[in-house]
């Protein structure tokens, strides 16, 4: 049994997690959930799946009566009926469940599940920059990341890639590694991640020339510059092939996604940035290929559904039964491919520069991005806004000095100044 902690639990990628909990039961016990404000479907979440470790990150919560249902369920230690069809099986349960239960508010309170003695592996599926601590905790208590939250490695990836290298040495020597591949401290959840991470297995990574990094092409794949100007946050959030959460849906249209996408995979797979290519592939079928020394390609293909590279982060190194309908590639007909339009989507190229010039840069990019899409889908800012945002705090961070990454805290410092300049800039604009 694989004991998990989520944390974003009512998020698209949370909610698909515990879908994948559910039908893989006798694999998977999830011990803690963590989410924003959704206190309600927590509740839910919790009950049906008889966690006891619960964590809601908005303080405001803790003196609302919802507090107390949370509370009553932290410490009912009942395992769920419908999963204990007699009373010995009940029994069981409960003292598998072990220890008492937790509920906490805040942002420790939400970081503080990634220790739980009972927990394995953490999926983090919190979104933005404010998932960094959480990664990061996680392997410093060696435990295995599961991670969706991209930001954590754009921001801290110097941070968190030695802290993964330890967790991994710490697995081998407990003799927890496949034949033919990594001891799996941080599995990548991100499609194209989970995508190279499974062409590289079996191969010596050194002979990995280019890893093909594959992009949808977002909503407004085609258009020109003139077209973008009046885009609304309805529009925007239309994806042609995923159904994902606002921010990341923004980021997609953007092809900001991608840049963040080219900067985690640069510390996944330690590959020099002018080794990773962005390829559109409008079918999102193809969900990223690994080129060779010797010219030969390896791609990952299936079904545009993210319960396949979340089980796969989870079941490693094995393969469980398909969450979902693989793909049929006769209804399939044509894949296509495309270079990126980066003069129309600028997004890509300042996140390639962020990634280019490392130390905190990425980290600022990343804070502007997030508030101009949030000003963007509050209507307060403009589509084309959100890459003019992040160009200037990125160019006003390095008129400053771009510094070495040391610290969370450092990070954190720079992001709140980053989030400060990116407000500023527009409420000027
Ligand atoms: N969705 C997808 O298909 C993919 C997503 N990703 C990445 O995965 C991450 C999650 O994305 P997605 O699931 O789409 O996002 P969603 O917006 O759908 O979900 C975010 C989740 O995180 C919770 N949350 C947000 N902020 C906090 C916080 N400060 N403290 C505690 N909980 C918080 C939310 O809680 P609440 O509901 O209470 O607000 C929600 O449960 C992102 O980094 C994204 O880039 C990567 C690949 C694909
Ligand atoms: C499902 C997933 O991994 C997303 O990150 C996806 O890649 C978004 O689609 P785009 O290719 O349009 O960015
Ligand atoms: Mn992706």
């Known amino acids: 049994m694989r004991r998990i902690v989520v944390l974003g639990s009512t998020g698209s990628i949370g909610t698909q997690t515990l879908d994948v909990a559910r039908r893989h039961s006798d694999k998977l016990k999830v011990v803690g959930l963590a989410v924003n404000a959704r206190a309600d479907d927590l509740l839910a979440q919790a009950r049906a799946f008889g966690v006891r470790h619960l964590a809601v990150g908005d303080t405001r919560l803790a003196g609302e009566p919802i507090a107390d249902d949370l509370l009553a369920q932290a410490r009912s230690g009942a395992a769920p009926v419908a999963d204990a069809p007699s009373s010995l099986a009940q029994a069981v349960a409960r003292r598998n469940a072990g220890g008492e239960g937790s509920l906490g508010f805040g942002a420790d309170a939400v970081v503080g599940l990634v220790r739980l003695p009972e927990a394995d592996i953490v999926v983090n599926a919190l979104v933005g920059a404010a998932g960094l601590r959480a990664s990061y905790e996680t392997l410093a208590a060696g435990k295995v990341l599961a991670l969706a939250n991209k930001e954590s490695l754009v921001v801290g990836g110097d941070l968190i890639?030695?802290?993964?290298?330890?967790?991994?040495?710490?697995?081998?020597?407990?003799?927890?590694?496949?034949?033919?591949?990594?001891?799996?401290?941080?599995?990548?959840?991100?499609?194209?991640?989970?995508?190279?991470?499974?062409?590289?297995?079996?191969?010596?990574?050194?002979?990995?020339?280019?890893?093909?990094?594959?992009?949808?092409?977002?909503?407004?794949?085609?258009?020109?510059?003139?077209?973008?100007?009046?885009?609304?946050?309805?529009?925007?959030?239309?994806?042609?092939?995923?159904?994902?959460?606002?921010?990341?849906?923004?980021?997609?249209?953007?092809?900001?996604?991608?840049?963040?996408?080219?900067?985690?995979?640069?510390?996944?797979?330690?590959?020099?940035?002018?080794?990773?290519?962005?390829?559109?592939?409008?079918?999102?079928?193809?969900?990223?290929?690994?080129?060779?020394?010797?010219?030969?390609?390896?791609a990952h293909l299936g079904t545009t559904d993210m319960r396949i590279p979340i089980q796969y982060a989870l079941s490693y190194p094995e393969r469980w039964d398909a969450p979902v309908a693989p793909l049929d590639f006769r209804a399939l007909g044509s894949l296509e491919f495309a270079a990126p339009d980066e003069d129309t989507f600028r997004c890509l190229a300042l996140a390639r520069h962020a990634g280019a010039e490392g130390g905190t840069l990425p980290c600022v990019m990343n804070a502007a991005n997030e508030v101009a899409v949030a000003a963007f889908l509050a209507e307060e800012g403009s589509y084309l806004g959100i890459a003019a945002c992040v160009e200037a705090v990125m160019e006003a961070h390095e008129r400053e000095g771009v510094q070495r990454v040391e610290s969370l805290d450092q990070l954190e410092q720079i992001d709140g100044w980053a989030r400060s300049c990116a407000r500023a800039w527009i409420a000027d604009h």
């Not at 194209?192 to 794949?221: K, M, N």
């Not at 959030?237 to 997609?252: E, Q, Y």
């Open 161 to 298: 890639m030695p802290l993964a290298a330890q967790v991994d040495a710490q697995r081998r020597a407990v003799g927890f590694a496949p034949d033919a591949g990594p001891a799996g401290a941080l599995m990548p959840i991100d499609s194209e991640h989970g995508a190279i991470y499974q062409c590289l297995i079996g191969e010596d990574a050194r002979e990995a020339s280019r890893l093909w990094v594959t992009a949808s092409g977002g909503p407004f794949r085609g258009r020109t510059r003139d077209d973008l100007r009046d885009i609304t946050p309805a529009q925007a959030l239309a994806h042609p092939t995923w159904n994902m959460g606002a921010k990341i849906s923004i980021d997609s249209s953007t092809l900001m996604n991608k840049g963040l996408e080219v900067i985690e995979a640069h510390h996944l797979f330690a590959m020099p940035y002018d080794k990773i290519t962005v390829v559109v592939q409008p079918q999102s079928a193809i969900h990223s290929m690994v080129e060779f020394a010797d010219g030969s390609v390896k």
